[in-house]
């Protein structure tokens, strides 16, 4: 049987579209889950091809499904809304959305940053920093891999501190710094390199969003330089009003 009814005066793309809007808002199609090829639903609604694109298109649009090129349509994820402020905290973001969150720890080196970086910290040539790589969870998804660079001679041995805290404030206060501020933020759109992509396991064809910032003690001296790639598909950033 195909499901639809023929001749009632409602466009066969339309019929299929509610039918698998449905599946989908009941939780017969879950978040994240691929639906059958254009080929299958045809043959499942006994129509052609064009007939089911355009009902996926239909779908699109109402923000239920995403297509990948190349990969197939899903079932469109509910997006995290994390606020971007003069205190932006992941643990406390993710606490606001009621999620469970997991930090895992990828590595850390003692380096010479680069030119940018150093700039953005107000550091010398030839001056280090620790540099710490992360991925962050939330719900069970990967959200966003995230590298943030500290001044060295300012916080000797911080990387040891955050493995044990897993956490920037909690980290920053054991070094007498109980408070910090988001001096700059910059957000763009680009494909990620191909160590972001299989971390977080998503294509190399699908952007993330890009986020370079520099975090400042009370006293406007910066502590914390990060670029934050966040998955698309699992965030949305909202900007909010000053503190």
Not at 35 to 44: F, H, I
Not at 169 to 181: A, C, H, P, S
Request: charged content about 25%; aromatic content about 6%.
């Amino acid at each position: 049987m195909s499901e639809i009814e023929r001749g009632r005066g409602v466009a066969l793309w339309s019929q299929i579209g509610d039918i698998l809007a449905e599946d989908i808002l009941k939780g017969r199609l879950r978040q994240g889950e691929m639906l059958p090829s254009a080929q299958e639903l045809a043959t499942r609604f006994e129509v052609n091809r064009h007939t089911v694109r355009r009902a996926m298109a239909a779908l699109e649009q109402r923000n239920l499904v995403r297509t990948e090129q190349g990969r197939g349509t899903f079932v469109q994820e509910q997006t995290l809304d994390y606020a971007i402020s003069r205190r932006t905290r992941f643990t406390q973001n993710m606490r606001n959305l009621n999620v469970d969150t997991e930090i895992e720890f990828l590595e850390d080196a003692r380096e010479i940053p680069p030119t940018q970086v150093a700039e953005a910290l107000g550091l010398g040539r030839n001056e280090y920093v620790y540099r710490i790589d992360t991925l962050s969870h939330a719900d069970g998804h990967i959200v966003d891999h995230s590298t943030a660079y500290f001044p060295a001679a300012r916080f000797p041995g911080l990387p040891a501190v955050y493995r044990r805290t897993r956490s920037v404030t909690k980290t920053l206060n054991e070094f007498g710094i109980n408070d910090y501020m988001r001096k700059h933020t910059r957000v763009s759109a680009r494909l990620p390199e191909a160590t972001t992509a299989r971390l977080m396991k998503q294509p190399p064809g699908r952007p993330v969003l890009h986020v370079q910032s520099i975090n400042a003690d009370p006293r406007g001296v910066p502590v914390q330089y990060g670029i934050t790639r966040f998955s698309g598909d699992w965030v949305q950033l909202v900007l909010m009003a000053d503190d």
